[in-house]
């Protein structure tokens, strides 16, 4: 080893020579990462049982949260739909004159924030609800017409946000001769509060759930580290390092990770594919085109990549604490 | 190659394993080591090995002073020391060959030199044909063989022993001296760790003894 270091260091040597043998450590190093992976991954094929259950394990933990962010991300597509088709509704006092509606009306249409103001006289007011309202008989019993004008504001692209919409609301509360403001957004702010809300226990339980992997996987593969406990200490014996003695078990981990994102994966399309039928027919009774969506391919791959890491944070975490107390020292007697 | 000095090692207050020792082992020699059991032989080797560090003196291994040696140079000079052990700690998990092959994995060697020289090693300890075999197949003899090639594999320039020929018949035991001795004779600096009286006695060779944790006869060496 010295050897070796000494030569790389010793600048009279040709980059010829000092190359190939440089060349030759980085392919066995290579090599040996290679061997050390298939290896790791032979020994969890070789128990198929017990690695399908951590598998499973890691991918109900690692399903559930995302199955939520992707809810989340279905519910928020639906507000997203409803605010862009919010419109305000600006009902004026009743002594307000057509006229004096129609200047109104200019005035509103005025603002940058609106992209459209629609003047719904009472006449035509009373008309459609008599119309829509099937109480025909009962408002011909109306002496007058117990209607105002109305203006109907359709807010510009940039407004059309909850916030946006709520300051627009008190601008137009704000004008002489309207009498009350109305925009259906209540329950769009309870659906946009239940989001938010849903958002961050979804982030605690993902937060919960991935310490639970990495401890499972911390607990397997310390198993794994007693089962093999002679070939640490020969290895360490023989004048393996720490970083060669962790790598079968850092790969374990890994191939942990991996299988246990393919399952959640698998469990997330199983559920979609078994959800969407009834979530098609429910969102069809409300008339919405809500819909469940599934993973995207980058989805799925930052998926599995987490899985991976985490089933590699978790063998770390094992390995830190009991590898490093495997000493040789034990092996030869008093 | 070997060399102690003043060396002391002291596990707590009331139980001292060594009190300074003091004895060098030249390149090629070939000593043993003996005393009851608890007089300090296994920490003796433990001490080269780097398992255990000295409570006082200097360890020397090839130049390299141990007891100031970073905890993570240890493997490198665990590299340079085969060990060969009584109950000879090979994995019953893989093959004759893997089993040797262990040394040359731990330090990279390239997948054809690793075969070439397992079977330069097996071949050695009169054990090439059994490569593909598991060790659980072998008598002890052929077991503590394979223990020797594993220590040897890698050309080391020290080799150490504890109790090699512990549960041997004399035959074999004194098979694999002369094992030793054919180590020596090419520059390996050998140290056996043995109770084996006859044995020692009829090899002829340097003996250094050790009588609760002092040495008692075999010491000086490099410097006198």
Redesign the interface.
């Known amino acids: 080893?010295?050897e070796s270091r000494n030569r790389r260091k010793d600048p009279s040597r040709g980059a010829r020579t000092s190359r190939s043998p440089l060349k030759?450590?980085a392919?066995?190093?290579f090599?040996?990462h290679r061997k050390v992976a298939r290896d790791s991954a032979r020994r969890l094929w070789q128990a198929p049982v017990a690695s399908m259950m951590t598998w499973t394990v890691m991918g109900v933990a690692l399903a559930l949260p995302v199955a939520l962010m992707l809810l989340l991300a279905s519910l928020q597509g639906v507000s997203a739909g409803w605010e862009s088709s919010a419109r305000v509704t600006a009902y004026l006092a009743e002594e307000v004159t057509l006229d004096q509606a129609e200047t109104l009306r200019q005035d509103v249409a005025k603002d940058s924030r609106v992209t459209e103001v629609e003047l719904i006289d009472r006449d035509t007011a009373l008309a459609e609800f008599r119309a829509s309202s099937g109480l025909e008989d009962a408002l011909d019993y109306l002496n007058e017409n117990p209607l105002p004008h109305t203006l109907l504001v359709t807010p510009s692209d940039t407004s059309r946000t909850a916030d946006g919409i709520q300051t627009l609301l008190a601008v137009i509360e704000g004008m002489d001769g309207v009498e009350q403001v109305q925009v259906d957004l209540g329950w769009l702010q309870r659906l946009n509060a239940m989001t938010e809300l849903l958002g961050r226990a979804a982030w605690a339980l993902a937060l919960l759930l991935a310490a639970a992997v990495v401890l499972v996987i911390g607990n397997t593969v310390r198993l794994s580290i007693e089962n093999r406990r002679?070939?640490i200490?020969?290895?360490?014996?023989?004048?393996?390092?720490?970083a060669?003695v962790r790598r079968p078990f850092l790969y374990t981990g890994a191939w942990f990770g991996l299988g246990g994102g393919v399952v959640a994966w698998l469990l997330l399309q199983l559920s979609l594919w078994w959800l969407s039928g009834p979530v098609e027919r429910l969102a069809g009774l409300y008339s919405s085109d809500f819909s469940l969506s599934g993973l995207t391919l980058d989805g799925i791959l930052a998926l599995i990549i987490a899985a991976v890491l985490l089933g590699w944070l978790g063998a770390w975490v094992a390995v830190k604490r009991h590898l490093d107390d495997i000493?040789?020292?034990e092996?030869?007697?008093? | 190659m070997i060399e102690f000095q003043q060396v002391t090692k002291r596990y707590d207050s009331d139980h001292t394993a060594l009190r300074q020792v003091n004895f060098g082992l030249e390149r090629g020699e070939l000593a043993f080591l003996t005393g009851h059991?608890?007089a300090g032989k296994?920490?003796l080797?433990?001490l080269v090995?780097v398992?255990?560090r000295p409570s006082a003196g200097e360890v020397v291994v090839g130049g390299q002073v141990l007891s100031r040696l970073p905890r993570?140079q240890v493997?490198?000079?665990?590299?340079?020391i085969g060990?060969v052990?009584q109950n000879h700690?090979l994995?019953f998990?893989r093959t004759v060959f893997d089993n040797v092959a262990?040394?040359l994995?731990?330090?990279?060697?390239?997948?054809r030199d690793i075969g070439r020289r397992v079977r330069a090693a097996l071949d050695k300890v009169g054990l090439l044909s059994k490569e593909k075999m598991n060790p659980m197949q072998l008598s002890g003899g052929e077991q503590q063989r394979v223990g020797i090639a594993?220590a040897v594999v890698n050309k080391p320039p020290v080799l150490l022993a504890?109790e090699p020929t512990g549960n041997l018949d004399p035959q074999l035991s004194a098979d694999i001296m002369g094992l030793f001795a054919e180590f020596s004779q090419v520059g390996v600096t050998v140290l056996i760790a043995s109770h084996d009286i006859a044995l020692i006695n009829e090899l002829g060779r340097r003996t250094l003894t050790l009588d609760q944790g002092r040495l008692v006869s075999g010491g000086g060496g490099l410097h006198g």
């Not at chain 1, 092996?331 to 008093?334: K, L, R, V």
């Not at chain 2, 493997?75 to 340079?80: A, E, K, L, S, V």
């Open positions: 080893m010295a030759q450590q392919s066995s190093y090599g040996h002679d070939e200490l020969v290895a360490k014996l023989v004048g393996g390092t720490d060669f000493e040789p020292g092996i030869a007697g008093g | 059991s608890g296994s920490t080797l433990k090995m398992m255990e993570r493997p490198y000079i665990r590299r340079h060990v052990f700690h994995l998990d262990m040394p994995e731990v330090m990279g060697t390239p997948a594993r504890d």
